[in-house]
């Protein structure tokens, strides 16, 4: 296949996952953003993780929460548990790299916060640590997953939102997840500032 052509069947590709997520995703986001406002309003944050790509879409979350999305507001509470050299390198070296965010869970996790959890397997140990550990806190947490959402979506309680992108294709499921996360920054802003 020419280059054009390809760039042409990727951009497709991209478009019919989108608009086949649309109508299945609609309820699970706005679920998730009403959720996310009402822990802000509570005096909660965010914490926010993922590996790989995942960990840049938590920290694109955190950015958007607290440096505002497409207009001016106050910042909003939201930590990327996937920013800290240090602190991973400490808690991998010393626990072990299943540990990196359960231990941070741990450490500054509240009841009320809610923990974002982005993978598009669903199987990373350390994610599913995390969300073990936010269990222990009493926090609930918000899970943007892939495919069949892995051991990870077996975790999840009555009280946790799954969003999860039926697809098979990583990048597709990570742009997915980037779409999402726009979505819910444009509700959280909406709901806090009206239209």
Known sequence: MDPIARVQHLFNESMEIKAQSAATLAEPISMAAADV???????????????????????????KMLNGFERERPGLPAIALTT???????????FGYDQVFARQVNAVGHPG?????????????????????ARERHMQVIALTGRDGGVLAELLGDSDIEIRVAADSVARIQEMHL?????????????LLGG
């Open 84 to 94: 800290d050299s240090s602190i991973l390198t400490a808690i991998a070296n010393d």
């Open 179 to 191: 779409l999402i996360i726009h979505c819910v920054c444009d509700l959280v802003d909406q709901q």
């Open 113 to 133: 916060d809610r923990l974002v959890v982005i993978t598009t397997s669903g199987n990373s140990a350390n994610l599913t640590r995390a969300v073990e550990a």
């Open 37 to 63: 406002v009402s822990a802000l309003l509570e005096g909660g944050k965010l914490l926010c993780c993922g590996n790989g790509g995942s960990a840049g879409a938590a920290q694109l979350l955190s950015a």
